[in-house]
């Protein structure tokens, strides 16, 4: 089946390779290159005098722990066997979550996602106690209010009585981390895990009625070519999962310890990467599948597609989402939170984070309290990023602003992008053209007060 025209994106091998830059990803701006220490008395003042307490909550819990470490892996994570060490961990959350509750307790839970780390790294009590300590400290009740409640899941390390549990506490979507069904690939990044492992999961989940599955995979990856991962979108699209997710895999052993375990010869190079991204994104929107944008597909039908066609698209630390007009607070080592114009990150270490919440303080270490004009750009690189279009109008109403004259640099330099086909300009707006959907990124750098040349290189290349 292929999708409608409105929605298909191109792909210009010339425009592809003048725009395959160095960006952020925009999941917040300012990004998180831009945080600064903070500390935990002034953002609990910020926190007491919010100027609006009833915004639902998007909930975020890290789970720090995986048995196994992934070669490839740039995320927080703290390998171990040990499962006890859960509990002191699960003391500590706790904690925070009775920290925030004066603040945060009363709001609807919309949303709760789980992520690590590996969230299933929890036993069945362990992920019971969890559950129901969420509960207790914030208004979260999947049987009385709709909502969005998903986790990441490691094929191999879910059982199928964990999926009955989630499934019976009330999440409806599941994510699997795929990366690659490549035997070779698998071993090299040391995370094997057979396609009839990963089929026999998701055949469980949509039997017990969850009602989205999503599955991450990971491109330039080690012994990936084009050949060897249409394979595995042959398996992949086998299991018709509702969402998938294509990551770009950045090899930097000098910042990711785990990932001097991966001889770099055996990692593709830029062009073989950029023709297997090719290849995928033809082979998917050939089978029906809608980008959504920066590296997010979904099914015609999905609620991430749905709210792409409407309109009604937002983007947070977890990506793409459904939900609007939400404040994020995130619990647990490394969280970050977007909270009423602050950003704020916790510890990424475990002792330091472990520390503070135990002598009653915030484990915030670092984040950002958004100025006027951070608030103004925030906005902007959200239309773009989530509706595809920019009105001059409604940035008039929002912020009382004469947006021409505001942006007059910004608008100059788009000009090239316009005259590439990424944009149209006009007096009313900036509409994102098709090609544009593909190369967003360097369309929202164009609104970045914070980049230049010298933080460039602390991002991954567009595509």
């Known amino acids: ?14 425009l592809i390779r003048k725009y395959d830059i160095t960006a952020p990803r925009y999941t917040s701006y300012p990004t998180a290159v831009q945080f600064q220490p903070l500390q935990p008395v002034e953002v609990q003042a910020h926190l007491d005098n919010q100027r609006d307490k009833t915004t639902p909550l998007s909930l975020y819990v890290h789970i720090p722990f995986c048995q196994h470490i992934c070669f490839y892996c740039a995320c927080n994570k703290i390998a171990t ?15 925070e979550m009775a920290l925030h509750a004066r603040n945060f307790g009363h709001r609807k839970v919309t949303q709760l996602h789980l992520g690590g780390g590996t969230p299933t790294f929890l036993t069945l009590p362990q992920m019971s106690r969890m559950l129901d300590m969420l509960s207790i400290y914030f208004d979260w009740d999947p049987a009385q209010h709709d909502g969005e409640y998903s986790i990441e899941l490691d094929p191999r390390e879910t059982t199928d009585d964990m999926l009955r549990l989630l499934r019976t506490r009330g999440f409806n979507r ?10 070779q690939t698998q071993i090299a990044i040391n995370r094997v895990q057979p396609f ?14 969850f009602s989205s599955v999503n599955f991450d995979l990971i491109c330039g990856l080690p012994h990936q070519n084009t050949r060897s991962f249409s394979q595995t979108w042959d398996q992949t699209l086998t299991l ?29 190079q830029a062009e073989e990467k950029l023709e297997i991204i090719r290849d995928s994104i033809q082979r998917l929107q050939q089978s029906g599948y809608l980008y959504v944008g920066m590296d997010h597909f979904a099914k015609p039908g999905d609620e991430l597609a749905t709210a792409l066609e409407e309109g009604t698209l937002q983007r947070n630390f977890q990506g793409y989402s459904t939900m609007s007009e939400t404040d994020m607070l995130a619990l647990g080592v490394s969280g970050i939170s977007q909270i009423d114009g602050l950003y704020m990150q916790n510890h990424h270490e475990l002792e330091p984070y472990e520390d503070l919440i135990n002598q009653s303080q915030l484990a915030v270490k670092r984040g950002v309290f958004l100025n ?10 959200g239309q773009l990023a989530c509706q595809g279009q920019l009105s001059f109008d409604a940035l008039v109403q929002r912020f009382d602003i004469d947006a021409q004259q505001y942006f007059a640099s910004e608008l100059h330099r788009i000009d090239e992008l316009a005259v590439d086909g990424l944009v149209s300009v006009s007096e009313t707006g900036i509409q994102v053209e098709p090609l544009g959907r593909l190369l967003l990124r360097p369309i929202l750098l164009t609104f970045d007060a914070y980049f230049n040349a010298e933080v460039a290189q602390r991002y991954s290349k567009v595509l």
């Open 1 to 14: 089946m292929t999708q409608p025209n409105r929605w298909h994106v191109p792909w210009n091998d010339v």
């Open 81 to 95: 066997k040990d499962k006890t060490r859960a509990d002191a961990y699960l003391d500590t959350l706790e904690r």
């Open 372 to 381: 006027d004009d951070d608030r103004i750009r925030q906005w902007v690189i």
């Open 240 to 268: 018709e999962p509702d969402r998938i997710s294509l990551y770009n895999y950045a090899h930097l052993p000098e910042r990711f310890k785990p990932q001097r375990r991966i001889d770099s010869s055996i990692v593709p």
């Open 196 to 209: 009839e492992l990963v089929k026999d999961k998701v055949d469980l989940a949509r039997e017990l009625g």
């Open 174 to 183: 599941v994510s699997f981390g795929v990366q690659d069904f490549d035997p």
